[in-house]
């Protein structure tokens, strides 16, 4: 396994995607869109990857995770360049390429990682992973937001598409390493994602990580909105996106040190205690700095979290299952992007964007208490 080249390959991807979601959601507000239908084209994103990331995920299992990135890596850029299309159908239309090709890259490279090396260096190398994507995080949507300010939306989307070119030349560096030590063997007879999702240390891990998902998707779809509505800047709104990102990246230097403090259920919980506490204060942050702080604080609260989520899916998951259990992680991220986009668009249409907020805030803060039950049994 070649960490660097598999953590370039990230940075790379997930620049592309992150920058690609802010520009297609303000490229929507600039044609007029309303909040439900940048719901829908930002929702669209993770449609195909909610119905297919579990079969990915065996895919990687029986064939390795080579071929999935280079596939991924062609989906990610033929997205960029349908989104030069000027019209909501053209951004929809791109969203699906880009969202079923981060999916691929994601568990392609998560499991990369788990067949790639002995279990206890996991957590060190998905903390790695991990660093680049918030490299990313802060990468994308600062360098989209300037962009669309400077050169408009076309020639943003003409400089993202470069980046999955780039991306081959770091998997031809990791190529020979991706495919790794066969899986384990499988059990006998049909496998079924409903047999993963009873295995209880894994099923509860898969709850947190749902909420956790839920958190970052909401930042990022509805921070846009809220920047707009209060007259930030595409750049402005870039910046408090990347500080969420500078937060994730902060954090992730620490990851293993936190491992060796406290449980893995006591740092998911205190992630989800923190996240709430700032969802419920986001709708009070109407200046950049308030914003920027906001954003710094959720990003230190989520951004600890999956190192330590793919590591114990890692060590949950059945033999020869981690890279289907890693694609039912995936799964569920995906329904959180398809539908809470649309839901939370509508709401916030309906009733504003402080009670979006606060009612996610208000679910965080009771996955809170479920991550305190788990610890006496698992933490």
Request: glycine residues 12%.
């Amino acid at each position: 396994m070649k960490l660097p080249a598999l953590v370039a390959l990230m940075v790379l991807a997930h620049t592309a995607f992150a920058g690609g979601r802010v520009a297609l959601s303000l490229s929507a507000l600039r044609l007029g869109a309303s909040p439900f239908e940048v719901g829908v084209v930002i929702g669209l994103l993770a449609l195909v990857p909610m119905l297919l990331s579990v079969h990915a995920g065996r895919w990687t299992d029986r064939r390795g995770t080579f071929r999935p990135t280079l596939l991924a890596l062609l989906l990610l850029e033929a997205g960029l360049l349908l989104a030069l299309l000027p019209s909501l159908g053209g951004l929809g239309a791109s969203a699906v390429l880009l969202g079923s090709g981060f999916m691929l890259v994601h568990v392609a490279l998560h499991n990369a990682i788990l067949h790639g090396g002995p279990q206890e260096q996991h957590t060190r190398a998905y903390s790695m992973l991990a660093l680049g994507n918030s490299t990313s995080s802060i990468a994308g949507p600062v360098l989209a937001g300037f962009l669309l300010d400077l050169a408009g939306g076309a020639w943003t989307f003409v400089a993202l598409a470069a980046l999955p070119l780039l991306a081959l030349f770091a998997l031809a560096q990791a190529g020979a390493g991706m495919d790794g030590a066969p899986a384990p063997a499988r059990p006998q007879g049909r496998a079924r994602v409903i047999d993963l999702l009873r295995h209880a240390p894994l099923r509860a891990v898969l709850v947190v990580s749902a909420l956790l998902s839920m958190g970052w998707d909401m930042f990022s779809f509805m921070l846009p909105l809220h920047g707009s509505a209060i007259g930030l800047s595409a750049s402005r709104i870039g910046l408090v996106m990347g500080a969420f990102g500078a937060g994730t990246f902060v954090v992730r230097m620490f990851v293993p040190a936190l491992a060796r403090r406290w449980s893995a259920w006591q740092v998911l919980g205190g992630a989800l205690a923190l996240a709430a506490a700032v969802y419920l204060a986001l709708p009070l942050a109407h200046g950049l700095a308030a914003l920027l702080a906001c954003a710094f604080v959720l990003g230190l609260a989520l951004g600890c979290a999956l190192p330590m989520i793919m590591s114990a899916i890692g060590e949950a998951a059945p033999p020869g299952r981690g890279g289907e259990a890693i694609g039912i992680r995936s799964m569920l991220a995906n329904v959180s992007q398809t539908i809470l986009p649309i839901s939370v668009g509508a709401l916030g249409s309906a009733a504003g964007a402080q009670l979006a907020f606060w009612v996610l805030g208000a679910m965080l803060a009771a996955g809170t208490l479920f991550a305190r039950a788990q610890r006496p049994a698992r933490g």
